[in-house]
């Protein structure tokens, strides 16, 4: 607890030391001391950026950097005074105007000037321009990285704690660029300041000699120089090491590992180029001329470097390989094993032994077509679906194929081996085995390949094994469409949405519904046959409907709305909607018996009702499709959902709509007949 009070006071109390040392005169034995702990400082600093991680792990350093650089001025204020006061600043500022000049003041400033170049012109410079591209591309990149952690977070992927923490860590890396690119202006300033400080303490220094120490030109110009110069370069080395500090946390990207471990990791990695530049070094000892050693050593050890990492990465892939050979193949009855098999896929296609030949043989196809299969319902349904795993089972039946959901079968179906399915009339002659298409139950027959051609000129339509089980596979998919969406692919969805319409998801998930909501309005729509491809508009929609409620049947039939015209136009022929209707009578005794209920808003009018109502429906229905006619069944808004459920089992494909569909599209109505409970009225 004491030294954590010691920390929170030591730079408080240091700043106002500094402000102190610009108006009170310090003697040279505390400015010797003060001038050790400056360089000693910015050592430590320039060390500490090498070392750390990533750039936020040392997010102090703006403020760092500006309370150096104020106690660098401050010492430089402290020298100037004690230069041109008393001629004499301290041994160390004396030590190092002997060291530089070596009597001969023309070097010494050359040096002195070479060193303030070095880090105005470079290094000043160039940190200065990566610290303002830097702190600009993080502001810029700022909205998508929160747009990320909103979504992983809305996916589940990462929980409200981790989400928090990172945009905590977000916020401080935009706080620390934009930090670095002002704090990158004090070391600017500082260098510029050092110049003017110098040359006024040797001009200053020179006219004082002269006017008030009446020494001679020659002696005022020796010793002024020599106390300015040394004064420079105690100042200016510190200067240096800081400005380094900044170019080296400006240019580091986020990583693992410090520089020092990075660079020689990196530089290691390539045994090619080390070779090839120790090489280029032996030869230029062919150059007449040239020194020979310098050369050979240089290029020897860069040969002999490179050799020795060629061996030591040998070494790690043997050692890798080594316990992966190890490793022993679970047995069959292994709990690794044995959870491998308990695992459900979500679709999966069992073939019998003798149909393994379509993935797994000359010209087999299936597998490719799967894929295809899997781009084109996701652009008809907006569901992707999930991937096929496709298996043998020696327990199916010769020539049997099952589609299974789940782990539950829910469909089976025949295609013999080496033969075609022919769909037509007059094929009584063809050699075959009857058969049926498993969609439309039309009759066929699986005839031998070689008898394509004389099929084809009956006017039959023949169609190979793989169409037959990808046709198969694909109605069985859009028919269950709504058992293949689950959290995660929501998720998914919701999570490309944001992509593009951020502003859409974020009013709806998760502040009006959980994806859980969105789910089982979005199994409704796919129950019904309605594509989920315009997200968009669903949850456009769904934000304008939860605001009054999130009962499940609302949700539903406002995104219904929102899609009235692609799922009228979807049941449109030829520009003309052929309807259904009820009749008045019949209608206005549904909306009487409309009934809320814990599983949705049901129809509970009487036993005669309902009878004359399926009955009427399913047979006029039958009729029209033999007909040749798809029709709809049209009524109002209100008993539409309900319908549906109470229909469903005795004309499932039937399509329901509602008036508000119907009149949102400019399709031309056809009524082709009308349900009644006392009769039949076929128009």
Known sequence: MKS?????????????????????????????????????????IVLVSMYVERPLDFSSFPSLLLVATLFRLALNISATRAVLGDGYAGEVINAFGHFVIGGSLVIGLVIFAILLVIQFVVITNGAGRVAEVGARFTLDAMPGKQMAIDADLNSGLID????????????SEADFYGSMDGASKFVKG???????????????????????????????????????????????????????????IVTRAS?????????????????????????????LCLVPGLPKLPFLVVGGALLIMARRIAATAKAEEATLAGPAAAVPVPSVDSAEAILDDLAVDPLELALSSDMITLVDGIGADLLDRVRALRRKLALELGVVMPPVRTRDNFDLPASTYAIKLNGVEVARGKAPAGTVLAIGDGLENLPGTAGSEPVFGLAGKWIGTELRGQAELLGATVVDRSSVIITHLSEVVRNHASRLLGREEVAALTKSIRRTHPVV??????????????????HALLEEGVPIRDLVRIFEALSLAAKSGTEPDRLVEAARLALAPAITAAQTVGGTLSVLMLDPRMQQSLLESVRPSDTGVQLLPGPDVVEALVTDTARQYQSLLERGIRPVLVCAPQIRLPLRRLIASTAPDLPVLSYSEVSSNAAIVDTVGVISNARTVGV
Request: proline share 4%; glycine share 10%.
């Open 160 to 171: 409200e704690n981790e989400a928090r923490r990172r945009r905590i860590e977000v916020a």
């Open 255 to 283: 990583g693992s590992s410090d520089l020092g471990t990075a660079v020689a990791a990196q530089l290691g990695s390539q045994q090619r180029a080390m070779q090839i530049a120790g090489g280029a070094a032996l030869a």
């Open 190 to 248: 500082d260098a510029i300041a050092a110049i003017i400080i110098t040359v006024i303490n040797l001009v200053g220094g020179i006219t004082i000699g002269i006017l008030s120490e009446h020494l001679p030109i020659g002696e005022a110009v020796a010793k002024y120089s020599l106390l300015s110069v040394g004064d420079g370069l105690v100042s200016q080395i510190p200067a240096l090491l800081l400005s380094v500090a900044t170019g080296l």
């Open 4 to 44: 954590r009070r010691l920390s929170q006071l030591a730079v408080p109390i240091g700043v106002v030391a500094i402000i102190l040392m610009m108006v009170v005169p310090v003697p040279a034995g505390v400015l010797d001391f003060l001038i050790a702990l400056n360089i000693t400082g910015a050592l430590l």
């Open 505 to 522: 998801v974020e009013d709806l998930t998760p502040a009006m519904l959980s994806l859980g909501e969105i789910q089982r309005v979005l």
